[in-house]
């Protein structure tokens, strides 16, 4: 397992980061971390539009499921075959969106071992690929203003910040189901929780880890909520652009 994640994610996170200081002249870590972090989510960009797809979906089926919610209310198991019959039957996939999060993490946990493990702003040449060349300085200071390599309160807050507008943003709220005169099950409750977890508890969470481990990290976690916010907003204009021209 170790073997993997150090091929797949260490080592080419590793080798990106050397490559973008060596050919970016002006690039110091922290903009190299800035570059290397637009480029994977260019990269999960078909896993994040269909999540952000999904998302849209699922709020505009709120009259349909609100409808079986009261049609099916005592009898729960219906409800719910109801519900995946629904949402099968519109090709959506309600858990789209928690792959995109799960796949940060070990980008993260790559950042963190790259910066703090193994040593930077000195480079481990045996970990470089052939055509990736070692380059003469490695300036720790992102735009002359935060060492990366260390701690930054500011920039794990500004992670926690915009963490919090992505997940607003991203996140359609669930209409609860009293409103609708029936009683809400299990699966909408747990829904309602983790919404309410993802929202205020997460970008706690965010900023914690942010803080406690290097700005590397926050500085990846806020450029990566940034882009996914103007992500969110073209491909939900596309999106509507598309079905209103249907």
Known sequence: MFTLYHEIVYQPLYNGLIFLIDVVPWADAGIAVVILTVLVKLILFPLSKKAIVTQVRMKALEPELASIRVKYKDDKQTQAQKTMALYKDKKINPFA????????????????????????????????????????????????????????????????????FQIKF??????????????????????????????????????????????????????????????????????????SNK
Request: aromatic share 12%; proline share 5%; hydrophobic share 50%.
């Open 97 to 164: 969106g928690i792959v995109v999060i799960l796949i940060q993490f070990p980008i993260i946990i790559g950042l963190y071992s790259i910066f703090l493990k193994s040593g930077l702003p000195t480079i481990t040449t045996d970990l470089l690929y052939s055509f990736v060349s070692t380059p003469s300085v490695v300036n720790m200071h992102f735009l002359t203003l935060v060492d990366i390599g260390q701690k930054s309160l500011w920039l794990a807050l500004i992670a926690a910040a915009t963490q919090y």
């Open 170 to 243: 991203a996140i359609p709220t669930i209409t609860p189901a009293t409103s609708t005169g029936a009683k809400p099950t299990f699966q909408e409750d747990l829904a309602r929780s983790m919404q309410v977890q993802m929202k205020y508890v997460f970008p706690v969470m965010v900023f914690f880890i942010s803080y406690n481990i290097l700005s590397a990290v926050a500085l990846y976690w806020t450029v990566s909520n940034l882009f996914a916010i103007g992500q969110e907003i073209v491909v939900r204009r596309k999106f509507h652009l598309g079905e």
